[in-house]
C-alpha cells in the first residue's frame, strides 16, 4: 500500500529563514503530488500541485516544491519564511488503480514562525 | 454552491448515540471524499465516492461506520454506537472528475469536530 512520510513532526524557525519539509513517498508507479496548508482555524487548502513536466513547481504566497523521482521525494520549501507561514503542512499522493483514485495523506508537519 | 459545505460544525454527543454528518460538495464534482483529523494527527482516509458508489471503502474503521451518496451530490457520513474514540475532526473533499487518472484536486470542507462525551 501507499505510504507518505514527513520528516518532521514540528519545525520552528523564525521569520526570514529559509524553509525546507520533507516529503517522501512509497509507491512504484505514476504519482501525483500535492503539498495542502491548513492555517490555523482555517480549512485545509492547496499550496501546489505537480502532475507532469517540470519537476519544480511553484505555489501560492512563495512556496515551491520539487520532485525527484529517484528518492521518491517532494520536498516543499520557501527561501525567507513570514509568521504567516505558521500552519500545518501536508504532503499528499493520488495515484490511480483499479478501484479509481487514491489519496494518501502524510501526517503533516507544524510549522512555527516566530516574529 | 461556492465551496465545500459541511454540517454541523460542531457536534457533541453521548456515548452510545448515533450521529450524522453531512457533506455538501462543490456543484458539478463527482469525487466526494470523507477523512477523520484526530488531535494531533494527519488525515485518516475513510471512504471515496464516485458517483454515488464507494468503490472504495477501506478507511471505514469499524462497522459501526457508513455513509451513502445519493443524487451524486449529498453524502452522509454515520457513526452508530460512538465510542470515545471517535472525537475527531471529520473532513469532507470534493474533486471534479474522480477516477480519470488521479490528477484531481481535492477541495475541502471545514469539517465538523464531533465530541463524544
Known amino acids: 500500500a501507499q505510504s507518505v512520510s514527513q520528516h518532521n513532526h514540528h519545525v520552528i524557525l523564525s521569520e526570514a529563514a529559509s524553509l525546507e519539509l520533507g516529503c517522501n513517498y512509497s509507491y512504484g508507479g505514476t504519482v501525483n503530488l500535492f503539498w495542502y496548508v491548513q492555517y490555523p482555524g482555517q480549512h485545509l487548502q492547496l499550496l501546489l500541485k505537480?502532475?507532469?513536466?517540470?519537476?519544480l513547481v511553484k505555489g501560492i504566497k512563495g512556496f515551491e516544491a520539487e520532485f525527484i523521482k529517484s528518492k521518491f521525494s517532494f520536498n516543499l520549501r520557501k527561501p525567507s519564511v513570514q509568521w504567516s507561514d505558521t500552519a500545518e503542512y501536508f504532503c499528499a499522493v493520488n495515484t490511480l488503480d483499479n478501484y479509481g483514485q487514491n489519496f494518501v495523506f502524510g501526517p503533516g508537519t507544524r510549522l512555527s514562525v516566530l516574529p | 454552491g461556492a465551496g465545500v459545505s459541511q454540517s454541523p460544525s460542531n457536534k457533541v454527543t453521548e456515548k452510545g448515540k448515533d450521529v450524522e454528518l453531512r457533506c455538501d460538495p462543490i456543484s458539478g464534482h463527482t469525487a466526494l471524499y470523507w477523512y477523520r483529523q484526530s488531535l494531533g494527527q494527519g488525515l485518516e482516509f475513510l471512504i471515496y465516492f464516485q458517483g454515488n458508489s464507494a468503490p472504495d471503502k477501506s478507511g471505514l474503521p469499524s462497522d459501526r461506520f457508513s455513509a451513502e451518496r445519493t443524487g451524486g451530490s449529498v453524502s452522509t457520513l454515520t457513526i452508530q454506537r460512538t465510542q470515545q474514540e471517535d472525537s475527531a475532526v471529520y473532513l469532507c473533499?470534493?474533486?471534479?472528475?474522480?477516477?480519470?487518472?488521479?490528477?484531481?484536486?481535492?477541495?475541502f470542507g471545514p469539517g465538523t469536530r464531533l465530541t463524544v462525551l
Open positions: 473533499a470534493s474533486s471534479l472528475v474522480g477516477g480519470g487518472g488521479g490528477t484531481d484536486t481535492q477541495y
Open positions: 505537480y502532475f507532469s513536466g517540470d519537476p
